[in-house]
């Protein structure tokens, strides 16, 4: 059974950093796509950032882009999140993505979401 599972979230003050983390189970090797999806109350969720293959040409939106940095660690089977100079309006929940092939490698797995606040 595939699982991917969230980790790293918490509350951090406006300026400060979060790094999130994906484990990815049951897969043979790491998902050859994953990515970052979030969703704010009362928002629809949005993709966050995509990365495929070695790695070499991830993909961010717009509103996050010189902020987050994502990587990947195919020897832990894990997706990192790196995010820096947060804002009050990156609070959400962030969800992992996996196989997907859509943008931000969604419509495949799912993990549960990790809860990110950013107070001002």
């Known amino acids: 059974q595939v699982q991917l599972v969230e980790s790293g979230g918490g509350s951090v003050q406006t300026g400060g950093s979060l790094r999130l983390s994906c484990a990815a189970s049951g897969y043979g090797q790491i998902p050859y796509c994953m990515g970052w999806f979030r969703q704010a109350p009362g928002k629809e969720r949005e993709g966050v950032a995509g990365i495929y293959g070695s790695g070499d040409n991830p993909y961010y939106a717009d509103s996050v882009k010189g902020r987050f940095t994502i990587s990947r660690d195919g020897a832990k089977k894990t997706v990192y999140l790196q995010m820096n100079s947060l804002k009050p309006e990156d609070t959400a929940i962030y969800y992992c993505?996996?196989?997907?092939?859509?943008?931000?490698?969604?419509?495949?797995?799912w993990g549960q979401g990790t809860q990110v606040t950013v107070s001002s």
């Open positions: 993505t996996a196989n997907g092939p859509r943008r931000y490698c969604s419509g495949g797995d």
